[in-house]
């Protein structure tokens, strides 16, 4: 299981990278996994101002629909329109090509429930 030691991770399986007052969301190598084979991303929230543990959007499998959990307070940016054609991507390339949103930090200090790589990896088993 790939966990990258410079992302930050939450509980529902999202990563997140920050990049000033930026940061890109996505889905960790775990869930993809989890899910199995991803056909559809939707995202229907960029333009607005979510806070930290709302829906950001859906993400489907052959077999399963799953919310998309925002990891911080912020507004929604940018959608990965490469995953309109093309959303399996999120399996083949879940913390690159695959990230899902990009978003404006509203208050980018307090991120003390995400967690770190090893964090995460206590979560999953790894």
Excluded: C
Excluded at 38 to 51: P, R
Excluded at 98 to 113: Q, Y
């Amino acid at each position: 299981m790939n966990v990258p030691v410079e992302l930050k991770y939450t509980k529902e399986h999202e990563w997140i990278r920050f990049e000033g007052i930026h940061a890109f969301v996505g889905v960790t190598d775990f869930a993809q996994v989890e899910l199995g084979e991803i056909v559809f991303v939707e995202v229907e929230t960029v333009g607005e101002t979510l806070s930290k543990g709302d829906v950001f959007g859906t993400i489907e499998a052959v077999k399963t629909v799953s919310d998309l959990y925002l990891p911080v307070d912020g507004k929604v940016v940018e959608f990965n329109t490469g995953l309109e054609d093309a959303p399996e991507l999120v399996n083949d390339d879940p913390y690159g090509k695959g990230w899902i949103v990009k978003v404006e930090l509203k208050d980018a200090s307090d991120f003390s429930d995400l967690l770190t790589a090893a964090e995460y990896e206590a979560l999953i088993g790894a």
